[in-house]
T-cell receptor
Framework: EAQVTQNPRYLITVTGKKLTVTCSQN?????MSWYRQDPGLGLRQIYY???????DKGDVPEGYKVSRKEKRNFPLILESPSPNQTSLYFC????????????FGQGTRLTVV | KNQVEQSPQSLIILEGKNCTLQ??????????LRWYKQDTGRGPVSLTI?????NTKSNGRYTATLDADTKQSSLHITASQLSDSASYIC????????????FGTGTRLTVIP
């Protein structure tokens, strides 16, 4: 079954404690992205990757890091989380063709206190 | 500036009734437009894709329209069911690349018995 798997689904952490949200896809997609979703703002792209070792900033990259060492994995790293990073996060993958649809993970609800 | 606007923000309808959701965009160059359905607590799932040459496309009780001249799209839901309660997100693709998706903020649809 084609899927994007994120872990964990829920996370409560304290300000400044480094965390990693994992994302893995089993469709051999080249493109992967991280989004955050906040009420009234919709989905905003944090970082994206066009292939292994190729990553770039999206619209709201401050406070986040990513890596793409393998094609299937695209972890999101928060080195020093702050309360304004409390949000719902989604990982997505898709083929490189412009018409391809994005497959989203189930989401990670992060709360930073 | 590339933008996607959706209306209404929220909508409540009785089970069995029809409804229409609107999407206006100013994305250029236009590649395609997708409607996604996002159930509460889950990632968005693609419902349908509209390309430049298509005016209407149906997927079961969902019918999407596209007017490329006025840069408007609509999603019509017929004979609504309780399971249609979700957020519906309009996503416009501009050209190629992993950062070429522009998201609307969604319409929250609630179907009541």
């Amino acid at each position: 079954e084609a899927q994007v798997t994120q872990n964990p689904r829920y996370l409560i952490t304290v300000t400044g404690k480094k965390l990693t949200v994992t994302c893995s896809q089993n469709m051999n997609h080249e493109y992967m992205s991280w989004y955050r979703q906040d009420p009234g703002l919709g989905l905003r792209q944090i970082y994206y990757s066009m292939n292994v070792e190729v990553t770039d900033k999206g619209d709201v990259p401050e406070g986040y890091k990513v890596s793409r060492k393998e094609k299937r994995n695209f972890p999101l790293i928060l080195e020093s989380p702050s309360p304004n990073q409390t949000s719902l996060y989604f990982c997505a993958s898709r083929e490189r063709q412009g018409w391809s649809r994005a497959f989203f993970g189930q989401g990670t609800r992060l709360t930073v206190v | 500036k590339n933008q996607v606007e959706q209306s209404p923000q929220s909508l409540i309808i009785l089970e069995g009734k029809n409804c229409t959701l609107q999407c206006n965009y100013t994305v250029s160059p236009f590649s395609n437009l997708r409607w996604y359905k996002q159930d509460t607590g889950r990632g968005p799932v693609s419902l349908t894709i509209m390309t430049f040459s298509e005016n209407t496309k149906s997927n079961g009780r969902y019918t999407a329209t596209l007017d490329a001249d006025t840069k408007q799209s609509s999603l019509h839901i017929t004979a609504s069911q309780l399971s249609d309660s979700a957020s519906y997100i309009c996503v416009v693709s501009a050209g190629t690349g992993a950062n070429n998706l522009f998201f609307g903020t969604g319409t929250r649809l609630t179907v009541i018995p």
